[in-house]
């Protein structure tokens, strides 16, 4: 088997900052993906950059907490809050989604628009993900996986990161390594069947779940030092430096996970380990 490597940026189209850490990380160093929010304020710029980037394999990050709408507040009261945004209450929303049928259609109206708006900008849609991972509801996922399907996504990611090679790579948080492993592993293994047999790419595992923020160079390259066989994805959230509107939590290292991307010594270890970077949508030609 080979060393096959995703290298996606988060949330593209969220800030200038980001778009400008996608554009670069993306030519001079080795970021291969990125996801679109398609309701962000700078999502027409990232689309201009996206087509003039043609290898850059640009997917849907579909959001539906912690973010903006693409339907109006009225169509799906039960996902927004008094301001007209997307709830931060990921728990309660999770209930509801689960218990409630209409709160269902809801949630598939809006992907549905967001699959829409993404088709409107013209670009070939690479892949899926999700804001916060939130296709690990298991409602959410089934509904999502229909319209991926009928939009022509070639490959959805599956956010899992396996406890002992992540703590192989990093030798540290064994703990919550392990933790966020065990939890997460059953849904993860049902996520996977079924985007197979709905004919997706998924990824083998997702490095960065349990490092969200500090993706900074040493960390990518402990990854890319212990990088198992098998289709694997490193996710960050890239940016040049943090934005006002809106922003990261001031936690995240934004401009040290843009600087990751580039750095001289991960891409000498790609070449080094003999590391094919791939996306979603290559590995579907392929397959």
Request: avoid cysteine.
């Amino acid at each position: 088997m080979s060393k096959r490597l995703i290298v996606t940026a988060d949330d593209f189209g969220r800030s200038l900052q980001v778009n400008d850490a996608v554009e670069d990380g993306h030519v001079n160093g080795i970021l291969t993906a990125a996801s679109l929010m398609v309701t962000e304020a700078w999502v027409e710029d990232a689309v201009a950059r996206a087509r003039r980037l043609p290898n850059l394999g640009v997917g849907l990050h579909v959001t539906l907490v912690d973010g903006i709408p693409a339907l109006p507040p009225s169509q799906i009261p039960d996902l927004v809050d008094d301001k007209g945004l997307f709830t931060l209450d990921l728990v309660r929303l999770g209930t509801r989604i689960f218990l409630s049928k209409a709160v269902q259609a809801q949630v598939t109206a809006e992907m549905r628009a967001q699959f829409e708006l993404f088709r409107q900008t013209g670009l070939k849609l690479a892949h899926v993900d999700f804001h916060h991972h939130y296709h690990q509801h298991p409602t959410v996922f089934a509904l999502v996986l229909k319209l991926a399907v009928e939009y022509g996504a070639p490959g959805i990611r599956i956010p899992y990161e396996p406890p002992l090679p992540s703590y192989r790579a990093r030798g540290d948080k064994l703990g919550l390594r392990l933790m966020n492993g065990i939890f997460h592993w059953r849904r993860n293994q049902a996520m996977r069947k079924a985007a197979l047999r709905a004919g997706l790419v998924v990824n083998d595992r997702a490095f960065g779940v349990n490092d969200s923020g500090a993706m900074n160079a040493e960390r990518v390259g402990s990854f890319l030092d212990a990088l198992p066989d098998g289709l694997n994805e490193i996710y960050s959230h890239p940016a040049t430096g943090h934005w006002q509107e809106r922003p990261m939590p001031p936690s995240y290292q934004v401009a040290e996970e843009y600087k990751a991307l580039t750095a001289p010594e991960n891409r000498r270890k790609i070449a080094e380990l003999g590391i094919r970077l791939t996306t979603f949508a290559a590995e579907a030609a392929t397959s």
